[in-house]
């Protein structure tokens, strides 16, 4: 298998677009995903996130998505928003690379921490980030407003 970890262009975004529904539905919550390729490419445009892929043979089948955040108690960090690797790719070692390559992305741009949420009920996932020696916190709990039309807001 030859696996090219590389950072994604805007003619990847299709293809992270569908890696975000497969997720969703792995997840179980395919009905979530109220965007669209046209707003994964406009938001590459605007350097709103950045994205790695995992590509075997040119065909996307994995990506880590990530962009810069601020934490007033440590600083410049990364939040990493995806990362989903295609089932039959799994148990390969790709998941591995991609993660350790978002690590030192995170290191080159000066980030003081990384983080990102996880599922309770998502045991290899668990397991990945703990043998990678992450914190994994239960104390604290999500907060969300959605908008489900902003157009309206003001």
Same mark, same amino acid.
């Given at each position: 298998?030859? $696996?090219?970890? *590389?950072?994604?262009?805007?003619e990847?975004?299709a293809?992270? @677009?569908?890696?975000?529904?497969?997720?969703? !539905? /792995?997840?179980?919550?395919?009905?979530?995903?109220?965007?669209?390729?046209?707003?994964?490419?406009?938001?590459?445009?605007?350097?709103?996130?950045?994205?790695?892929?995992?590509? $075997?043979?040119? *065909?996307?089948?994995?990506?880590?998505?990530?962009?810069?955040? @601020?934490?007033?108690?440590?600083?410049k960090? !990364? /939040?990493?928003?995806?990362?989903?690797?295609?089932?039959?790719?799994?148990?390969?070692?790709?998941?591995?690379?991609?993660?350790?390559?978002?690590?030192?992305?995170?290191?080159?741009?000066?980030? *003081?921490?990384?983080?990102?949420?996880?599922?309770?009920?998502?045991?290899?996932?668990?397991?990945?980030?703990?043998?990678?020696?992450?914190?994994?916190?239960?104390?604290?709990?999500?907060?969300?407003?959605?908008?489900?039309?902003?157009?309206?807001?003001?």
């Amino acid at each position: 298998m030859d $696996i090219t970890i *590389r950072k994604a262009q805007k003619e990847d975004m299709a293809s992270i @677009f569908d890696l975000v529904v497969e997720l969703a !539905i /792995y997840e179980r919550a395919p009905q979530a995903v109220k965007t669209n390729v046209t707003d994964f490419e406009n938001a590459f445009d605007e350097n709103i996130f950045d994205v790695l892929v995992a590509t $075997i043979d040119n *065909r996307v089948i994995g990506m880590a998505l990530f962009y810069m955040t @601020f934490s007033t108690w440590r600083g410049k960090c !990364i /939040y990493l928003e995806d990362f989903y690797v295609v089932p039959e790719y799994r148990q390969s070692g790709i998941g591995q690379q991609l993660f350790n390559r978002f690590i030192n992305e995170s290191k080159l741009l000066n980030a *003081r921490m990384v983080k990102w949420q996880v599922l309770d009920f998502n045991d290899p996932a668990l397991a990945f980030y703990r043998k990678n020696n992450a914190t994994i916190e239960s104390n604290w709990w999500n907060g969300k407003i959605f908008f489900e039309n902003n157009k309206d807001n003001s």
